[in-house]
């Protein structure tokens, strides 16, 4: 080989790298190769043939102009300066050649005008032939979940509408069903990205657009192991309740954050794909995928979670309590005479058995910690942006029902532990520059809001007293940020 | 670029109408007021060139820091908004001020020569179309200096992120800024297609047909209709945008009755032809160098100027391939997915043919030849992933993710740049006179071919496991690092490679070691190579009389009736027009008058608005002042008396 | 200008390839250019007409802004100035100074009288009493048409203006004496504008105002 084909040959060989040796392996968190529902195999399958073709294209025509480089280069100076025969053109072979590139192209529109089908319609039910071709049962289409997605700066809120229930930035959905999906926005244009359930749709502002996909359930359930030999799973591992945290559980316990593939096949990656300003990049969310049954509990949990009429009211003198019942009444120790706090009646209560700590027939229903957090919740008007036991459609900041059981925070950025929840609390825009969340600006430090942040210590230009004084008080937000943090994780 | 053999005629033969004001400078002007002044459209077409090379190393260096950033995950080599800056600054730079003007600056330098004309149907407004497009320039990098930074929407500026209302800066002037340097880099592409169109319609020299015109003419002129057809959608998209954002109009608005959806119509209208604006010059350079280095003629001519014809019709037919996620409905989506495949047809064809010339040639392996052949490969594969982009289902997937990132790419490096830097192999022996050092051309091309691959083969993958464009960072376990890390390095090779070319570029206009190319150093083909390298200032001597379609060649090698006559010297001699202040003064204007909008809105003590137009007044007048000057001034001009063979 | 000069110029002209003056080419590149302008803006208006049709969910009926009675006299206005402008280039292509002066002279108060008419009717739709059409607000309320209508109309507007000054530009240089039968191809581009000015505006004529009184 002459020294000029070393790149071609160098070109050749990543080729082969990327093709065969990178792509070993391509069930990463979020890849579109590792299709696990119905549209995102149609896609999937369309895009495989796609690459056939391209493959057969390339070799065709790049096999053509290699054949022509090394048959007709000049070898030498004297055949540099030779004249060929000036042929202009062959009409036949050109025809010939364009009647190819078209039969080529109908082998890729077929399907593609299928796919298109598909991914704009939800099968009929009533039509027996397509659901047969796409291995569908007819109730999989006429239980289908609604779900309404509104895309904002920077988060994703999802309802419910036929169970009147509203969640954020985690989409809980039965893997039986399919799910439809109507999506707007309320600010600038953002796109939902569920790449191995569906492919992608924008969410614009003054317009709602549809997609809908289905996940299977056969497919979470192959996996694929570190050595990328295929084996199967269990429902209960793949598919972990949410309503009882043990999805966040499992989540949590076998998840290296940052191993490069999900363990819980049930957990599916999602992202904002239009470019949406600031925090675009951080715009992500998740799917997680349930059994019917732990789907129903599930919605069941945050119906109670979310309705009005079945929250604790204030205790009464003159009711009866049978065991469990839950009220509301004093707690002045607390944090000063006016404070309250939840009990749970250990057994039937008669009236006027007012609850207290000696009586015996109440218990605390949270800890110290939680009932202090909840007043800090308050008092830092974290409920004007956030709904937390209500749907609060149209509210400024994602919705926090049942915050305890949700695998992801910051719109699945990061793990929703302890850790990393009083780091979000205490400065988001050092996790996440350009959120909407208020950090106190416009405020003096007094404000609950700024309760959180750390005062930076000067360490040269403090005096010691300065210093311990901001120690103190860093000790004592920090004493706060945790009593907080607690509150939302027990949202449960 | 006078010699001794021309001969100057007196003085007060020549025709002095311009004004006391602006006096014409003189045939022998030199300097800086040559270039300053000069309408002759091979110096116009040269500070084209070195303008947007400048801008490629600007544009290049914005690109280095955005594969910096993402080098690995949560890298913080630059903040969110500056990445946003970055991405949004590299691609308006390098589609509107470093592709199209480094087409329109061998359009320039070499159109007229192709079809034997002494310079371009109107040179002063060719002279305007180049300081307009100066002035651009300088108004989108002005954009970093000022309230918010330069703009962070995107090159397609998506309503309605572009709205006051969603701006992360107060008063952010970031998208002012974009809007107003677009409209001015507009009016630049507009004079200079009309220009080239009148030209090639009309300035063609006795028996130059247009089927036997070059195929890079041909391309110019489809560009040039490609340009006044697409423009219009995106200017007066900029104008409602610019009216939304100061006046309160209400186009993008969707509060208030306005639709997102319509911006990205008008841009995409714009858009979609735009492809192929940047596209069709590299091919037209590509089908010129292919039979120079096979010495043989292009294979099926007819077939090739009819695909870009059609290539350019359809441009306009397939824009919503652009907007396939927005929600169109079954049929819009599927007839639009229809047509971009049709579109891969004419494409196809000129790959064909492009082998049919090569095929049974005597090929030689020069620089221009190289990137020639590695036009052929990478377009080609950008071609292939664009046809996977024309089938929704897939663009489902792909769409914003690497893959697209990799696919224009593809077609826009490997594809036009890679076209553009062919040219300049190919050319600058005749625009300086001298020969570059070939072993250093293959060089460069080895280092580009090479780190471009590395860069952009690698964001396939990473798209389809699910990288999103435009993120500045990513998260880790996503399993992007490795496969960011070797895009990172390849990019940085494929920077150097292309410095390196710079660097030899300006060198052989500097050096004077170089050996002399003679007239016709490749044996090339058409009508520009049978003047002396580097070509004089009239151009042509005598007007030729053309008898066959590649004239140089059969000049050389075809039978005795081919061989190009000339149009007999008579004692007139040949008529040059003069130089000019008025186009400068002009582009000073507008400039001024756009930087007087930009800035016309303050605050004052009680917070209220402030609208102030003295300064855009001023330069109004300024501008209308040069266009009335212009016009006085009239045609003017000198002669010269070559000799015969002096061309 | 002097005999020098002259011969100059006509080196300027050479025999083109076409036959047709550089002008003229230039002249129509712009106009197909300037289509794609007015085809943007009206389609912008067309496709905003069904959310304009309300106002704050009251249907909006436009014809109670628009006064067809001025509009039709200023579109004919406009009209007739083609008429003249056809006879000014007429005239100067005849070598007949003063004709070409008064057909000149009759285009620029026809196309004045169409830009006062025009003034008129966005002052009075902007203080119309009840309606006020602004540019993002109807009578009070946020709304696209004033968006729409207002920028291609005005857009149209500027054309007209633009070619009123070049007129008159030509006008004055008629009085300097060195008009001659070579500047027939300027009028006759100045021509070709306004024609296409006017065309422009029987376009939209019907496609904003009369379709309001159709559909």
Redesign the interface.
Known sequence: MHP?H??RI??SF??FI?LFG??SR?D??????DPKGLV?Q???D??IL??W??IF??CA??G??LY??LK???KNQE?????????????K??SF??LA??VI?VI??V???Q???????VPDPDDEATLTRLNLDREQIEGAITVNVTGK?YFWVFEYPQFGIVTANELVFPVSKAIRIN?TSE???H?F?L?KL?????L????E??MWFIADQEKILSRTDRDGNPYKTDVPTAMPAVFDGSMRDAVFAKQ??????EPVGGVF?G???????????YM?FRGLAQTDEDFGLWVERLQTAQNPNLKPSKWNSSSEYPKGSIVIAKDESLIDENSEREYRAVTDVKKGNEPSFSSGAWEKLHSDDYEIGKTIFESAQCGQCHALDRTGIGSKGPNLTLFGLRTSLAAG?MRNDRPNLIKWLQNSQDIK??NLMWNGEGVDDKHGVRSFQPIPIDEVNDSPLKKEEKRLLNEEKKVRVNQLVTYLLEQS | MATESVKYVAPETDTKTSSKVFPRPGQNTTGIVNWLTTIDHKKIGLMYGLASLSFLLIGGLEALLIRTQLWSHNMEVLSNRQYNQMFTMHGTTMVFLVIMPMSAAFFNYLMPLQIGARDVAFPRMNTLSLWCFIAGGIILNLSWFFTGGAPAIGWFGYAPLTDNRFAEVLMDMGPDFWIFSLQVLGIASLLASFNFITTIINMRAPGMTMMRMPLFTWMTLFVSFLLILALPAIAIALAELMFDRSYGTNFFDFLEGGKPHLWQHLFWIFGHPEVYILILPAMGIVSEIIPVFSRKPLFGYGLIVFSGAIIGFMGFAVWSHHMFTTGMGIVATSAFSILTMLIAIPTGVKIFNWIGTMWGGRIRFDPPMLFALGFITMFMIGGFTGIMHSSVPIDAQHQDTYFVVAHFHYVLIGGALFGLFAGFYFWLPKITGKMMNKSLGKFVFTLMFIGFNLTFFPMHYLGMIGQPRRTHTYNLGHGFETWNQIATIGSFILGIGVFIGFLQFVHSFCSKKLKPAGKNPWDARTLEWTLSSPVKEHNFARTPIIKARDQAWENNYGPPENHSEKVPLDDHGVHMPDRSWTPLLSGIGLLTMVLGLLFHLSLDQSGEVVRDYTVAIVGGVIFILGVILWAVEGGGGYHLFPKEEDE | MSDAATHALDHHEPPTSTGIPNKKVLMWAFLGSDCMFFGTLISTHLIYRKISATVNGTPLDIRNIFDIELTSFSTFILLASSLFMALAVSAIHKGNLTGTRWMLFGTVVFGTIFLACQVYEFTHFVYLEGHELTLSTYQGEAHVFGSTFYVLTGTHGTHVAIGVFWLIGWLLYSFTGRMTTADAIDIECCGLYWHFVDIVWIIIFPVVYLMEYAF
């Open positions: 000029r070393i790149p160098v070109l990543f080729l990327f990178g792509c391509v990463h968190k979020q890849s579109a190769l995102a149609s896609q999937y369309i895009f796609s690459v073709i391209t294209l390339f025509v790049g053509c102009l022509v480089l007709y280069r000049a055949e540099a300066m030779e004249i060929p025969s000036q042929s202009h053109g062959n009409s072979i050109e050649l364009i590139s078209t192209l890729l529109a399907p593609t005008l796919g298109i089908v598909l991914m704009n319609k700066r999506l600010d600038v244009i796109s990205w790449p569906a492919g992608k749709m924008d614009m502002p003054g317009h657009n549809f290296d954050f940052n191993a490069t593939f990656y992202q904002c794909a239009e470019f949406c300003g600031n925090s675009h990049a992500s950025w520059f350009g």
